[in-house]
C-alpha cells in the first residue's frame, strides 16, 4: 500500500499565502502522477493542479496564475504553493498519487482543511 501524508492546511486572510506538501511512501511501488484536489462544502471534489514524474502540469482555470504545484522525486513529496489566496479556495485539499505496479493504483491522503477569511 501507497500512504500518503499531508500538511501545511491551516486559517489564513484572503491575499495570503499557504504551502501544502504532501508525502508518498509504499515500499516496492513507483510514484507517477501526484496532484492536488479541493472539496467544499456541499460540492463535489475538484481538481486543483497534477505534476507527472517528468514535471508536466495542469491546473485548474480557477487557480491559474496564483497556485503552483512542484515535486521533489527523490523524496516522493509534492508541494502546493497558494499565493492571493480567495474565500472561495476555501476547502479540504487532498493529495493524489498514482502509483504501479500493484492495485488500487491510485491513493488519497486523508484531507487538510485551509481556510481563507474575506
Known amino acids: 500500500q501507497v500512504q500518503l501524508v499531508e500538511s501545511g492546511g491551516g486559517l489564513v486572510q484572503a491575499g495570503g499565502s499557504l504551502r501544502l506538501s504532501c508525502a508518498a511512501s509504499g515500499n516496492g511501488f513507483t510514484i507517477n502522477t501526484m496532484g492536488w484536489y479541493r472539496q467544499a462544502p456541499g460540492k463535489q471534489r475538484e481538481l486543483v493542479a497534477r505534476?507527472?514524474?517528468?514535471?508536466?502540469?495542469i491546473y485548474a482555470d480557477s487557480v491559474k496564475g496564483r497556485f503552483t504545484i512542484s515535486r521533489d522525486n527523490a523524496k516522493n513529496t509534492v508541494y502546493l504553493q497558494m499565493t492571493s489566496l480567495k474565500s472561495e479556495d476555501t476547502a479540504v485539499y487532498y493529495c493524489?498519487?498514482?502509483?504501479?505496479?500493484?492495485?488500487?493504483?491510485?491513493?488519497w491522503g486523508q484531507g487538510t482543511q485551509v481556510t481563507v477569511s474575506s
Open positions: 493524489n498519487a498514482e502509483a504501479l505496479p500493484y492495485p488500487p493504483y491510485t491513493y
Open positions: 505534476i507527472t514524474s517528468i514535471g508536466t502540469t
